[in-house]
């Protein structure tokens, strides 16, 4: 059945804020959930035992340890919650999962953000652009985050958890930034931690080691990422504009 299974019983949480890392274009938010939960050296919290997910086990390199694929940590003090995943979900089961994602959300009183990346060229510093559902609206004026210039869709598993987040009445926000769709993109996911997700959870992160590393976490991440191209398109979370049909 279903269900998220919370491991760190003793970790206490008050209304806390979870940043999605699923897999998709640019990699940008799996490449900013790894950082947070590597830097603030957060605590494994649980599992996501939901519709889509492979039946794999996870291993890290210096650890007997095995996890399962999509995982949540927990930083007590910032109250925060950060979902890593390590593989796509598939696309015939991205409601399911949604729907298994978002009522645990709900019942824990959880604010998401939900990244995706927008592939266009960029000029500069990446743009970034923030959408809600509920009244998580007034949260993105706080911030001064601006709507996305044109008409979209957000796609693939995340698109499928911010429609589910409209469709039961649930606060949610979702972060969309330019990147470069077809390899990884460590600059997107810079600007969604420094500009969105810092500011919207009330927390300070180092990004330098992002960019400094960049080479090792590009060359880290490739093989994912050509996965995930070879995969059903509908299988990869990312953000694309509309043109001629408003």
């Known amino acids: ?8 019983e003793d970790i206490e ?6 940043v999605e890392g699923l897999p998709g274009a640019g990699l940008v938010g799996k490449i900013a959930a790894d950082h947070l939960v590597e830097e603030f ?16 086990a996870v291993y890290r390199g210096e650890s007997s340890d095995v996890r399962p694929p999509v995982r949540l940590y927990a930083d007590e003090e910032r109250d925060l919650v950060v979902l890593q995943s390590d593989v796509p979900v598939s696309p015939t089961q991205s409601s399911d999962f949604a729907g298994c994602v978002t009522g645990w959300i709900d019942e824990h009183d959880v604010l998401p953000l939900y990244l995706s990346g927008l592939g266009e060229e960029k000029d500069g510093v ?17 911030e001064g985050i601006v709507p996305p210039r044109e008409s979209g869709l957000v796609s ?13 009445g649930l606060d949610a926000i979702g972060l969309i930034v330019q990147t470069e769709p077809q390899f990884p993109d460590p600059e997107s ?10 500011p919207i959870a009330d927390i300070d992160v180092e990004t330098d080691a992002l960019l400094e590393r960049a080479d090792e976490i590009q060359e880290a991440r490739k093989q994912l990422a050509e996965r995930l191209q070879d995969a059903d398109r509908d299988e990869s979370t990312q953000a694309q504009s509309i043109r001629g049909f408003q």
């Not at 949480?13 to 979870?18: A, F, M, Q, Y």
Request: charged share 15%; hydrophobic share 40%; glycine share 14%.
């Open 1 to 8: 059945m279903a269900h998220v299974q919370v491991e760190a």
């Open 13 to 18: 949480l008050d209304s806390p804020t979870l």
């Open 41 to 56: 050296e957060m605590t494994y919290y649980g599992a996501l035992h939901c519709e889509g997910l492979p039946k794999v």
């Open 126 to 142: 990446p743009e970034m652009y923030g959408v809600a559902t509920g009244d998580a609206g007034s949260i993105l004026d706080a």
């Open 156 to 168: 693939g598993p995340t698109g499928a958890l911010i429609h589910r987040a409209g469709e039961v």
């Open 189 to 198: 996911a810079r600007v969604l931690l420094e500009h969105g997700i810092g």
